[in-house]
């Protein structure tokens, strides 16, 4: 039997489910599935289908077992039911557009490809939508592209879809929707500033229709539960604080690597990195016979024996054997570790 039609029956009887029940009951339905993966407990799914034709529950618990008894099927399963929402959207699309939805459905569950645990997920998203394109009329397509544009922008930003609505019904335009839903994403993506999407989002609108700018950005308001100017000062003030914060992180560390720099520039290290006894410098806490601490210092690879020979098999060093770190490995090396364990500094 393929996969597929595994993942289509199971759609449909949740589906059934969601036609049936209260949106909070489906949700706990869901969750349920993705969470128990005891195959013999029956009791708790029960309640869900009583409003079902006779057989469905027996139809569902037959299925979940044989999908459960198959890990990657299973998995596949739980990903189903993450996604529940959006591929009902997609199934409504399809079903008000196609004479046979569920062909047309389960020829999409394919291209998902749920049963795959090797499948990567930029290859997944490249065939889904050029199957899409193939197969569906352009509206539909465009359709299915707000769909999934208004799934990520509410993932990422935890915006509701009353809010999305709204945005869609105040715009009346697709491409410019989704235009917008697309500046939102890059934000996350991209790592953009809030101050650049929002100008971004503003050109965009006002190059549609002026005046519409002010609506939405109380629509904004609405969302954050602050005004617009207030939360891109905000915004503005954390990012002040953080050039501070890592400014001065960064001259700590200066100051540290010109100190260790003098310290070295007088140590025996620097003109013979390895004393007769195996140490670097003075310090006692450094015998390479007792320690792997030097390689935190200067980079000296463990597999070195203390006459600078290499005891690995065959495994190159990290230094050449006749190689001396240079003044700035060192302290470098030196700030990286005191840094990381504040405790050597105390034993010097």
């Not at 509206?139 to 299915?144: F, I």
Request: glycine share 4%; charged share 25%; proline share 5%.
């Amino acid at each position: 039997m393929h996969t597929s039609w595994l993942f289509l029956r199971l759609f449909q009887l949740l589906d059934s489910v969601r036609a049936r029940v209260s949106a909070w009951s489906f949700e706990q339905l869901l969750a349920l599935l993705r969470t128990n993966v005891n195959p013999d407990d029956t009791l708790e799914f029960a309640p869900y289908f009583r409003l079902l034709e006779p057989g469905a529950l027996d139809a569902f618990l037959d299925l979940r077992a044989e999908m459960c008894a198959r890990p990657e099927i299973y998995d596949g399963m739980v990903r189903l039911c993450e996604s529940f929402s959006v591929q009902s959207q997609v199934y409504d699309i399809m079903r008000s557009v196609e004479p046979d939805p569920d062909a047309k459905f389960q020829m999409y569950l394919e291209c998902l490809d749920l049963g795959s645990t090797t499948s990567r997920h930029c290859d997944i998203i490249r065939n889904v939508w050029d199957w899409f394109e193939r197969e569906l009329d352009p509206r539909a397509v465009q359709r299915l592209r707000i769909v999934f544009a208004e799934a990520e922008v509410a993932q990422e930003f935890g915006m509701d879809e009353e809010i999305l609505l709204k945005a869609r019904n105040l715009i009346a335009n697709d491409a410019v929707y989704i235009d917008i839903l697309s500046s939102l994403t890059q934000h996350h993506t991209c790592n953009m500033p809030w101050s650049e999407t929002v100008r971004d989002i503003c050109s965009r609108v006002e190059s549609f229709s002026e005046g519409l700018w002010p609506v939405l950005e109380r629509l904004f308001d609405e969302w954050r539960g602050i005004p617009l100017a207030v939360f891109l000062e905000d915004e503005a003030e954390l990012f002040r604080s953080t050039l501070s914060v890592n400014a001065a992180n960064s001259s700590e560390c200066d100051a540290n690597t010109g100190r260790a720099s003098v310290e070295l520039q007088g140590s025996s290290a620097l003109r013979s990195p390895l004393d007769p006894n195996g140490r670097i410098g003075d310090d006692p806490d450094l015998d390479l016979g007792a320690s792997n601490d030097a390689g935190l210092y200067c980079g000296l690879d463990p597999a070195l024996d203390p006459d600078g020979n290499d005891k690995s098999e065959g495994a190159p060093g990290f230094l050449a054997h006749d190689a001396v770190p240079s003044d700035e490995t060192c302290a470098a090396a030196r700030c990286t570790a005191l840094r990381e364990h504040p405790d050597l500094e105390a034993r010097r």
